[in-house]
T-cell receptor, first 110, second 111 residues
């Protein structure tokens, strides 16, 4: 059974710092891996999707990597801003189904 | 293009009542799915569909029923609500191995 783990559960950093969020999964038979952002009381916003054949994806200050063989993905946020404060979720995908990690709650202090 | 819509946004039910949570998409996506989000448990898959007329169970299907008669709609039915079904419910859609898009959610309280 696929299990997805995110470490750390919470993270607090000063504004401007570069940071890395971690996601690990137990079964490498995945179609893709997707990173989401969730603000309190809101829905999920897709940040980046990495297909199983890809190693990384970039969007603005965000860079996500995927290493299927080791069952790991990282989300790198450059030059963090207070507006980046949110919960970040990773999910591994297979035929339209997603299995989620518990999320990392990020606070960026001004 | 509305994307993924869910109704209602909020609902309070009494134990034993039934109701249907609506999900609609206008992106012609083949996959649709329902998740529930609970504190400490994360998001868990309830039911999913890979196309009209095809549905299957996810991780936590008990107490819920689905059907998919059209590509656009994927309603989730609670047959007899229980307090354990108090949660936030999200509908998602996707195509192939592409991105999954989520609706804004329905916050359900069962008293």
């Amino acid at each position: 059974k696929q299990e997805v783990t995110q470490i750390p559960a919470a993270l607090s950093v000063p504004e401007g710092e570069n940071l890395v969020l971690n996601c690990s999964f137990t079964d490498s038979a995945i179609y893709n891996l997707q990173w989401f952002r969730q603000d309190p009381g809101k829905g999920l916003t897709s940040l980046l999707l990495i297909q199983s054949s890809q190693r990384e994806q970039t969007s603005g200050r965000l860079n996500a990597s995927l290493d299927k063989s080791s069952g790991r993905s990282t989300l790198y946020i450059a030059a963090s801003q207070p507006g980046d404060s949110a919960t970040y979720l990773c999910a591994v995908g297979n035929t339209g189904k997603l299995i989620f990690g518990q999320g990392t709650t990020l606070q960026v202090k001004p | 293009n509305a994307g993924v819509t869910q109704t209602p946004k909020f609902q309070v039910l009494k134990t034993g009542q039934s109701m249907t949570l609506q999900c609609a998409q206008d992106m012609n996506h083949e996959y649709m799915s329902w998740y529930r989000q609970d504190p400490g448990m994360g998001l868990r898959l309830i039911h999913y569909s890979v196309g009209a007329g095809i549905t299957d169970q996810g991780e936590v299907p008990n107490g819920y029923n689905v059907s998919r008669s059209t590509t656009e709609d994927f309603p989730l039915r609670l047959l007899s609500a229980a307090p354990s079904q108090t949660s936030v419910y999200f509908c998602a859609t996707g195509q192939g191995a592409g991105e999954q898009y989520f609706g804004p959610g329905t916050r359900l309280t069962v008293t």
